[in-house]
């Protein structure tokens, strides 16, 4: 028979059989006079018992020795079916079904992933251990009645940052954002957040001393009523290399005066903190 009838028998198409053939699944047979490839009923048999086994998971290059395995337990004659398939071949089939379980198992953990995903309206492009920070902040952005919000409490660069933070931060990492920006809704404090990245935003580059030292009180004070929802562990260890990327990203904007406000803000909390711990 030609390739389209032995394809059309076994449910498969003729680029299938050129692609058993380029893997060596399928010996080339022999040429009729006129140069058509000519199968016999052998060749039709080894198709649908690739077909077969390929549908219970088999990959294709699996394939080829669970064959070789089921015709060596059968002997000579691999038409004959046989009482089981011996030892080998139930071994082969063993690892394929502990495969397939694991990735049942993998699956059901996806579905319940896109369930914590659905169910927190959090986008399929950041991990759920996210979602509270997320939430937190979106929750903040709604609750600010200030149209622009987060424009102004959050520079371009800060939301990179924070985008990448909530790929790679830890899960304690990303459960002290969420108490931070949970906080500061609870206790009234969105105005004061927005004061203060004003200032902070609003700061020249040739600033004075005056104006900084106001911009680092305000930023102290702001952060000390915060200061029960910070981990201290998180602020008395070096810096991993992800978090001194992620400051050199937020700090991209900012000029000299606001880099200065910054490191002096980050280094007086860090001393009080440690100070606590």
């Known amino acids: 028979m030609r390739s389209n009838e032995l394809a059309k028998l076994a449910g498969v198409t ?46 294709l290059d699996q394939v080829a020795g669970m064959l070789d395995e089921l015709d060596a337990e ?9 009482p089981h398939d011996g030892p080998r071949a139930d071994e ?25 995903l659905r169910a927190h309206d959090l986008a399929a492009d950041f991990p759920d251990r996210a979602a509270g920070a997320l939430a937190a902040m979106d929750r903040l952005a709604r ?50 957040y927005r004061r203060v990245s004003v200032l902070v935003n609003d ?26 929802c910070f981990a201290p562990g998180n602020w008395l260890r070096e810096d991993k290399d992800y978090e001194l990327l992620l400051d050199r990203t937020a700090s991209a904007a900012f000029n000299g005066a606001q880099i200065d406000v910054s490191n002096r803000v980050f280094e007086e909390f860090a001393r009080r903190m440690e100070a606590r711990a």
């Open 14 to 59: 003729t680029r299938t059989l050129r692609h058993y053939h380029a893997i060596g699944l399928l010996e080339e047979p022999p040429r009729s006079a006129n140069g058509y490839r000519d199968y016999d009923a052998a060749a039709l048999l080894r198709v649908l018992r690739i077909r077969q086994l390929a549908s219970l998971g088999f990959h």
């Open 74 to 82: 059968r002997g000579a004659d691999a038409v004959r079916a046989a």
């Open 92 to 116: 082969l089939l063993a690892e394929l079904d502990a495969a397939l379980e694991s990735r049942i198992e993998d699956l059901r953990r996806q579905r319940a992933l896109i369930a914590r």
């Open 143 to 192: 609750l600010s009645d200030v149209p622009g919000f987060m424009n102004v409490a959050f520079s371009d660069a800060d939301r990179l940052a924070m985008g990448i933070a909530a790929h790679l931060y830890t899960e304690e990492e990303l459960a002290e954002i969420e108490r931070v920006f949970t906080a500061i809704v609870e206790r009234g404090m969105v105005g004061e």
């Open 203 to 228: 700061l020249p580059a040739d600033a004075d001393e005056p104006a900084r030292s106001e911009a680092v009180a305000a930023c102290l004070g702001f952060l000390e009523q915060l200061s029960d």
